[in-house]
């Protein structure tokens, strides 16, 4: 991985630090270990049943395959953004062919001199966010470990090839120890924060957003091209002035004790009038 994006990687890693001994790492209920409940003479304890086997999540295929095709073109995106910036801080070679220089590059992965905080904590962050996508989308532990590597590969031999060459530790770091990080530390976190009653605080969002930075982008990209728009068009009955009185532009228009305007039945015409409400909501 080059020093550039590492740059960019560093944002999300370094967040990650007030979650450590914040809300999020606590249990949802502390029970004194010391404090064992007696039951009550003549009382009659009972046994609870065992708790039926969770059903096997089907994993979400479509989810993956548009998962990872938003991450080709994030990927691009970067590139083109740590293009304008000075090599001093990229440290890519830009001279000559690209294509050439990709061909030539995949063809001979190398062992990297990266700082050791690039390839052994940044790689280790960006390793666990591929396995925390592949488990939000249904797949077991062994596929979101070859989900990891298949993005960490897609990224090596992608879009950085043009200007570097692959790097044997961020081939093997970044989804094996990123495996590790995502089920025993993301993993715990999330469903900590999850299970907590009531609404979510912001630094819980928060936290959820750094330990899947993709899904939160992702969500972001379908809510800008429509991939979650939703439509309806619902019939109404109309007012003198185009106000419905039935229909959920009546309901908004008049909640409140008619804050909006006069009552619909002063307002009601002698001849009802009918037309179609369009609803978009992304």
Do not use: C
């Amino acid at each position: 991985m080059s020093r550039g994006f590492a740059l960019l990687s560093a944002v999300f890693f370094l967040a990650l630090a007030p979650w450590f001994g914040g809300p999020a790492f606590a249990a949802p209920g502390t029970v004194d270990p010391g404090a064992e409940s007696q039951p009550a003479p003549d009382s009659v304890i009972e046994v609870p049943e065992p708790a039926p086997e969770p059903s096997a999540t089907t994993p979400d295929w479509k989810g993956v395959r548009r998962d990872t095709a938003y991450f080709l073109g994030y990927q691009f995106a970067a590139i083109a953004v740590l293009y304008t910036m000075p090599t001093s801080v990229t440290n890519w070679d830009r001279s000559g062919d690209h294509l050439d220089k990709w061909w030539d590059n995949v063809r001979n992965p190398t062992w990297d001199e990266d700082d050791f905080y690039i390839n052994y904590i940044l790689h280790p962050y960006w390793g666990a966010t591929y396995y925390i996508r592949g488990r939000e989308r249904g797949l077991s532990r062994w596929q979101s470990f070859g989900y990891s590597a298949l993005l960490s590969t897609l990224y090596e031999y992608g879009a950085e090839a043009l200007f570097e060459r692959p790097s044997y530790q961020d081939l093997i770091v970044t989804p094996l120890l990123g495996s590790l990080l995502g089920e025993f530390v993301f993993t715990p976190i999330r469903n900590n924060i999850r299970s907590k009653p009531g609404p979510l605080d912001g630094w819980d969002k928060f936290a959820l957003v750094l330990t899947d930075p993709l899904g939160a982008a992702n969500d972001l990209t379908n809510r800008i091209f429509g991939v979650e728009t939703h439509v309806s068009l619902t019939p109404f009955r109309g007012l003198s002035g185009s106000r419905p009185t039935s229909g959920p532009l009546a309901a908004a228009l008049y909640a409140g004790g008619g804050a909006a305007g006069a009552r619909p039945d002063r307002l009601r015409p002698r001849s009802p009038t009918w037309g179609l409400q369009l609803d978009v909501r992304w």
